[in-house]
């Protein structure tokens, strides 16, 4: 259903408000208001510049959430040219979950944070503006007002990638403006803005807090909004800024709050001194500020049981108003950008309803030059910061119905990835926003999308099920599914994560060797004992750490390890001898700014270098005290570090080793049976057999696992055949073993044609005759005339013979020479002679 | 006679069964399958699990060249195309020719993914970043919800001679862990493969094998015959194709195709070779014989089995025949050691001297040409590499030719002088 309402959203129309304020370096004009509406029912929607938006994501239940600063027309974009400028907040969930654990609580249900990073796009098109929604800054302490039910969202911290961090005094402050303003006693104060009103003044409506109240059956609409699947992201990368010095931004927005909470006092009739006196801005964010907040919120009861839209905010940009990577740039086709204008559905217009507006006029002039001050001042600090903006012409821009195009129609090249993209997966995007793209832009050349989101597109009809025992069975075989608990290995686990445990609460470092062959369950385990640590670091049993993970087979080269490592920890990205630099720094130095970290380092013995320095580097680290560093590293050999590690190596990674033994057959029964327990899909025997066999070849779980998933398929063909009903039976069991573990030789000796049989013969002949193991295919095709001749067979030609020579050849019968040696190359058996024989024989 | 009576308006009919058959023989991957039901199934089983229910899987399908591999793989994703909706499978096709290392394989994987960091046809970005944005994407995926990818990679056992068989690993480390489901089914000729994974990306493989070995008898063989040169129903001429087929169907009884088939089965069993002497026989049928004799298959089964080499002394001259027979002669003597010109010239003046009536003595100069011409041809093939200082005279060269060759060839040698004959089947009498 929703999405049925989504794709016939009527379109809209989207228009300046009031006359633009000219920006003359940029050629860019800016507007104070933006009115959105429909085309097909003439209803109206006013946003202006402070008011906190919902804009268009990834996910349809939660579209993001940001304050915009700035509305202006950007010429450079063909197709929209209305733009704003925005400053983010995260949601939980947006923050990456390797550093969710830093919160050190659970979050709540509407908190959001102030996204406080440098890097990252402030940019979006209007149109993917959703609609207004209220944010409520509240300080540490502070609980959630009661009246935000589920529509609004209130923000305590703010997230810079890193660390939480309490909002700062001026935040909290600017944040908290918002309710002194005038409509803080007169709440609900919208304006019906009908077709022939005539059009706002911009100083009237850039302070007054227009929000658009409505009738409940339109707000409750607006509320479901978001969560319709049609609202996709329509964010278009304009280009990336730099970290904007802001002092003067800083001291604009301090003095505003500071005028602002003198406005404040009279009205509010709050006790609150103006932030600007604060000597610390801890208290301020301890005391004033936060009451003021809650008077607010107090105050706008009204508003928010009434209509579920829009509190604005003004706001100056704050320092980092950026926030990292929202948009990824996509190439915009012509087909696109006509998609876009014809199709896309716009925002849902909504009805403004009656006119609340009793402000007096007093203090809305009073706010309104403040306000005129601060947009002065934030124009000129733009001015500064666009000079390096790119606007990145025809390449961007976002397409997101291409993908329901693609579902309907029978388009030749299917996207095959859908455009999404991710906040919160800063590893690949951030990286390239770091640099600023000092290309002009004319160059339409075609670039690597910089916010390019690694992703498959997800499949259109969903998964079945397992429907039958054997399915079920199937399912829970297969290697990719891991246990709540690994049996037969408690004893590895224990040490496992007693060792690491005893590092973390010490807040020493220190390094472990885990060694077994494939398929013992190392990387399990450690990841189980992870898990255990984290989830032990939630209920603060343990210090919280980070954890980060590098598999040498996932390597390009020995030295990309630190490059994984410092993009896994910081988000930072680096090239190889810089990264290596920056983690010695930080990890010997002491002045490590994260805490605790347990690094798996997998397939240790492919980091091995000619010089050793990336081991070395990586043993060395943990014995640094500040480190703080436990290395834990698997690979497949006991005595790795003596065989192929240096001394000064080996003596770093110390003795703490753990070898995993290969399962025992008890073992592996053990974990067969944990596996399809409350599942009749095996004979015991069956069960008994499969371990024996595996244990007594290797001890490797995964082939264990493999051998029994081929042998549900064995059964369920049987079935099929005979129609009948049973578990899988020990002939099941033999008929996969046999599959998966005979060698295919003799078979392929057995199949192949006479002549290939024949010059076989004539090689076992040659190595009986020469007693050697080898021999030049003239010697064999002699041989083969002579067998041939004997038995009154015509005899092949040499062409012939040397074809058939290079076919056994190529299936690796035999080993031959390069064919260039003609009839000089030499020829050997790659299977035993006897192997030969009795193939040849059976015949 | 009614042959002929139906000649005039044929020729367009004519240049049809050419294109029908030659389309057939030369794009065999498209043809029908036979004896391999139960691999089929188990194939097809494999990829409608990880398409429909996301279950990941490796396979590797192993037979010598010219069993159907590809036909297998190619018919199974067809089939799979056909019941599951196209939408809900991506398809990744490598080859171990095209795709020599992992740089390019990833890049290639990338493109065919279609992942964010293409742009248009090409994928920029280091080797280091496509792999770990590769594996990211796959990562992120889950059984449930993301799309089944199929992973087709053909000369399966040249992308385990990769550096570290990255390439590899990750992917069946994805198909085993929960991740983005993968189907990795692996095409090779060679049975030892097992042996070229290393021993993580082997445990990390399922052991599922398909082996493909043509293993049908002469009977089938004949009715794959049969089956190939058969008119299709959908063939505009009815009664041409009618007559065709019962043409076909008489060759298939014909004792004299019969033992033309026996010997070409004998020697190679693969469809391949079959169809390259149907394509030969079919060459040979003009508009004003339209239908396929037995001599025609005989004719061309003549053509595929001659003996390259003999063929090539067919067309040497008197003198080069006679440096050869030489070589042959020093051959016997000196059982196999490598000789030089030298020896081959003294050999030849011997003869000349004592012997010939019909050779010509040649001087030293013109015996050597005759003698590097042989060189050329690769009829002789020197023992170490020409270096610039060492005399041509002297250099140890080795005869790539065989007595029975030499032999057969001299008698089909067109107006052979009977000295020379008569000299290479002497051996040491002239003495």
């Keep these: ?843 | 006679a009614s042959i002929y009576s139906y000649t005039p308006n044929y020729s367009p009919y004519f240049c049809q069964v050419q294109r029908i058959l030659r389309e057939r023989f030369c794009h065999s991957t498209h043809g029908e399958l036979f004896g391999v039901q139960v691999q089929y199934k188990h194939l097809i089983e494999l990829l409608k699990r990880t398409a429909i229910h996301g279950e990941s899987n490796s396979v590797l399908i192993i037979g010598p060249r010219g069993s159907g591999k590809t036909m297998l793989i190619n018919h199974a994703l067809k089939e799979l195309m056909e019941i599951e909706v196209s939408e809900n499978v991506l398809q990744v096709h490598l080859n171990g020719l095209l795709h020599i290392n992992d740089k390019i394989a990833l890049k290639e994987i990338t493109r065919q993914l279609y992942l964010e960091n293409v742009v248009g046809d090409k994928v920029f970005g280091s080797f280091a970043e496509n792999l770990s944005f590769l594996l990211e994407a796959l990562k992120k995926g889950d059984r449930t919800h993301s799309c089944p990818v199929i992973f087709v990679l053909d000369e399966f056992d040249l992308f385990a001679h990769h550096k570290n068989q990255t390439l590899l690993y990750n992917l069946f480390d994805i198909s085993q862990s929960a991740q983005t489901p993968l189907a990795v089914i692996g095409l090779t000729c060679r049975l030892d493969i097992l042996e070229l994974l290393e021993k993580r990306v082997k445990s990390r493989f399922s052991h599922r094998q398909i082996h493909l070995m043509n293993s049908f008898g002469f009977p089938q063989f004949i009715k794959i015959f049969k089956e190939q040169l058969s008119l299709p129903a959908e063939f505009p001429d009815k009664v041409f194709a009618e007559k065709w087929n019962e043409n076909v169907q008489c060759l298939s009884e014909d004792r004299s195709v019969h033992e033309v088939l026996q010997k070409h089965f004998n020697v190679n069993k693969n469809l391949r070779s079959l169809h390259m002497l149907l394509m030969v026989a079919l060459s040979r049928i003009t508009v004003s014989r339209p239908y396929l004799t037995s001599a025609d298959l005989m004719e061309a089964h003549q053509l595929c089995s001659m003996d390259s080499k003999a063929n090539i002394v067919h067309g040497l001259s008197v003198l080069e025949i006679c440096l050869i027979i030489a070589m042959k002669h020093l051959n016997d003597i000196y059982e196999e050691e490598p000789f030089n010109f030298q020896m081959v010239y003294n050999e030849f003046q011997k003869f000349v001297q004592r012997k010939a009536h019909s050779v010509y003595n040649f001087e030293k100069p013109v015996v050597m040409k005759a003698f590097e011409h042989l060189q050329q041809l690769e009829l002789i093939k020197p023992m170490e590499r020409t270096s610039v200082n060492s005399q041509k005279e002297y250099q140890l060269m080795k005869l790539l030719l065989d007595n029975t060759q030499i032999m057969n060839a001299l008698q089909k040698y067109p107006n052979c002088p009977t000295d020379v004959r008569q000299w290479a089947t002497s051996s040491l009498s002239w003495l």
């Design chain 1, 1 to 843: 259903m929703p999405s049925y309402v989504t794709r016939h959203k009527p379109r809209q129309k989207y228009s300046w408000v009031g006359s633009p304020l000219l920006n003359r370096k940029l050629h860019l004009q800016t507007y104070k208001e933006l009115c959105v509406r429909g085309e097909a029912d003439s209803t109206e929607m006013l946003i202006q510049v402070g008011q906190c938006v919902l804009i268009e994501g990834d996910s349809d239940e939660e579209p993001y959430v940001a304050k915009l600063t700035e509305l202006f027309e950007d010429d450079y974009k063909p197709h929209s040219k209305k733009r704003a400028r925005v400053q983010w907040f995260v949601r939980f969930s947006e923050i990456h979950p390797s550093k969710q654990h830093l919160l050190g609580r659970k979050p709540e249900a509407q908190e959001i944070f102030w996204y406080d990073h440098p890097s990252c796009d402030s940019i979006v098109s209007v149109e993917t503006i959703i609609g207004t929604v209220q944010v409520v800054a509240l300080a540490l302490d502070e609980s959630p007002p009661a009246q935000l039910k589920h529509k609004g969202f209130f923000v305590r911290m703010s997230w810079d990638t890193k660390k939480f961090w309490p909002l700062s005094a001026e935040l909290l402050a600017e944040l908290g403006r918002r309710g002194d303003s005038p409509k803080s006693q007169n709440p609900v104060q919208a304006q019906t803005k009908t077709a022939e009103s005539p059009a706002w003044t911009t100083s009237e409506h850039a302070v007054g807090r227009i929000e658009s109240s409505h009738s409940a059956s339109k707000s409750r609409q607006a509320a479901a909004r978001p969560a319709t699947p049609g609202a996709r992201k329509r964010l278009e990368l304009a280009g990336l800024l730099k970290t904007p010095n802001t002092r003067k931004a800083r001291q604009t927005s301090c003095a505003a709050s500071a005028s602002l909470g003198i406005a404040k006092r009279k009205m509010a009739s709050s006790t609150a001194s103006s932030p600007s006196k604060r000597s610390s801005p801890d208290e301020a964010r301890e005391d004033k500020s936060s009451s003021e907040c809650r008077m607010v919120l107090r105050a706008r009861i009204p508003v928010t049981s009434t209509t579920e839209m829009s509190l604005g905010i003004t706001l100056t940009p704050s320092r980092r108003a950026q926030r990292p990577s929202v948009t990824p740039s996509i190439n915009l086709t012509p087909e696109n950008i006509k998609k876009r204008e014809t199709k896309e559905p716009e925002a849902h217009t909504e009805e403004v309803s009656t006119p609340h507006r009793s402000q007096r006029k007093s203090s809305l002039l009073t706010l309104n030059r403040i306000k005129q001050q601060l947009r002065y001042l934030d124009c000129k600090e733009n001015d500064e910061k666009e000079e390096e903006f790119v606007p990145g012409a025809g390449d961007s821009g976002s397409s997101s119905e291409e993908e329901e195009e693609g579902d309907v129609s029978t388009s030749s090249l299917p996207r095959k990835s859908r455009r999404r993209q991710d906040k919160n997966l800063q590893t690949a995007t951030q990286p390239s926003l770091q640099t600023p793209s000092k290309t002009p832009k004319k160059t339409p050349k075609p670039r690597a999308p910089r916010h390019a989101t690694p992703q498959i597109r997800s499949r259109s009809l969903a998964a079945q099920e397992p429907a039958t025992v054997l399915e079920e069975a199937r399912l829970r075989l297969h290697v990719s599914v891991v246990p709540e608990s690994l049996p037969c290995r408690e004893q590895e686990f224990q040490d496992i994560y007693s060792f690491v445990e005893s590092k973390l609460l010490d807040g020493t470092g220190g390094c472990m060797y885990i060694s077994g062959v494939p398929g013992t369950g190392k990387t399990a385990t450690v990841h189980e004992v992870i898990r255990c640590l984290q989830q032990a670091a939630q209920t603060k049993d343990v210090p919280p750490f980070q954890y980060v993970e590098v598999n040498g087979m996932k390597l390009t080269e020995p030295h990309q390890v630190y490059v994984q490592i410092l993009q896994k920890l910081t988000g930072q990205k680096a090239t190889a001898s810089h990264a290596s630099e920056l983690l010695a720094k930080q990890f010997c130095s002491g002045q490590a700014p994260w805490e605790a970290t347990v690094l798996l380092v997998d397939e240790l013995d492919l980091l091995w270098t000619h010089k050793q320095d990336v081991l070395y580097s990586l043993f060395d680290w943990p014995t640094h005290k500040e480190a703080r560093l436990v290395v834990l590293t698997i690979a497949n050999t006991m005595d790795l570090p003596e065989r192929i590690m240096m001394n000064r190596v080996s003596s770093r990674l110390g003795l703490t080793r753990m070898c995993f033994q290969p399962y025992t057959h008890s073992q592996l029964k053990q974990i067969l049976v944990s596996r399809l327990r409350h599942l009749k899909a095996f004979e015991d025997d069956a069960i008994q057999l499969v371990s024996r066999k595996v244990a007594a070849l290797s001890g490797d779980a995964r082939r264990c696992l493999d051998i029994c998933r081929r042998a549900t398929e064995i059964c369920e063909l049987s079935r099929q055949k005979d129609g009948t009903q049973g578990p899988v039976t020990v002939a099941h069991l033999m008929a996969a073993v046999d599959e998966m573990s005979s060698s295919s030789y003799i078979t392929a000796i057995r199949n192949s044609s006479v002549l290939e049989q024949g010059f076989l013969r004539a090689i076992l002949a040659e190595f009986r005759q020469s007693g050697l193991e080898e021999a030049t295919f003239q010697q064999i095709y002699n041989q083969h005339v002579a067998l041939c001749r004997m038995e009154g067979l015509p005899y092949p030609t040499m062409s012939e013979t040397m074809a058939v020579c290079s076919r056994l050849g190529s299936c690796r019968l035999l080993l031959v020479e390069p064919s260039r040696n003609d009839v000089l190359l030499r020829v050997r058996l790659n299977v035993s002679q006897d192997d030969v024989l009795y193939a040849l024989k059976e015949e």
